[in-house]
């Protein structure tokens, strides 16, 4: 079965400063690859996703994650962030073809004036 | 486009009462999903439903919970009876069918407590 690792569980970082935060899969022949985004008291937004093609994807709000086939990772990263960064980031993986989504613990990020 | 509603927004109930959580997916979407969120556990999902028929419910935790999909358009997530380590916070999420990838819709939720 498919599982997900989020290495942090917090990042504080201070405004414009520039983040990643970490996400491993298990091994799989082929994997949709998700990350989605939680502000305080809302349900998930979708902030991009791999499908195939390319290895970098851009998605909404300035972030863009790499897709590495041979590490089994897919960090986002953004480069300057801003006050209203401030949410928690799931990372979901998903096997091709299957509907289940499995998602990693989540990452706190915190900016920083 | 309405997304996806969920109601109550929040409970708070007594441990031994029942809880109906509702739902409503997006029009024109077939999949919906049931998850549960706690700061121990994390994002669990739960059952989800394909054109109103339940595929896969092995993360529902015991027999206390129960969940239909009488139509396309509305969902419910029942615990009977409701005990304290339910308290959590309950998503549904809606896709359309399983086509080029699956990208789920998720509602505000409802936090449930249960004193």
């Known amino acids: 079965a498919q599982s997900v690792t989020q290495l942090d569980s917090q990042v504080p970082v201070f405004e414009e400063a520039p983040v990643e935060l970490r996400c491993n899969y298990s091994s799989s022949v082929s994997v949709y690859l998700f990350w989605y985004v939680q502000y305080p008291n809302q349900g998930l937004q979708l902030l991009l996703k791999y499908l195939s093609g390319s290895t970098l994807v851009k998605g909404i709000n300035g972030f863009e994650a790499e897709f590495n086939k041979s590490q089994t990772s897919f960090h986002l990263r953004k480069p300057s962030v801003h006050i209203s960064d401030t949410a928690e980031y799931f990372c979901?993986?998903?096997?091709?073809?299957?509907?289940?989504?499995?998602f990693g613990q989540g990452t706190r990020l915190t900016i920083n004036p | 486009d309405a997304g996806v509603i969920q109601s109550p927004r929040h409970e708070v109930t007594e441990m031994g009462q029942e809880v109906t959580l509702r739902c409503k997916p997006i029009?024109?979407?077939?999949?919906l999903f049931w998850y549960r969120q706690t700061m121990m556990r994390g994002l669990e999902l739960l059952i989800y439903f394909n054109n109103n028929v339940p595929i896969d419910d092995s993360g529902m935790p015991e027999d206390r919970f129960s969940a239909k999909m009488p139509n396309a358009s509305f969902s419910t997530l029942k615990i009977q009876p409701s005990e304290p380590r339910d308290s959590a916070v309950y998503f549904c999420?809606?896709?359309?069918?399983?086509?080029?990838?699956?990208?789920?819709?998720f509602g505000p939720g409802t936090r449930l407590t249960v004193l």
């Open positions: 999420a809606s896709s359309p069918q399983a086509g080029e990838y699956n990208e789920q819709f």
């Open positions: 029009s024109g979407h077939n999949s």
């Open positions: 979901a993986v998903s096997d091709k073809g299957a509907q289940k989504l499995v």
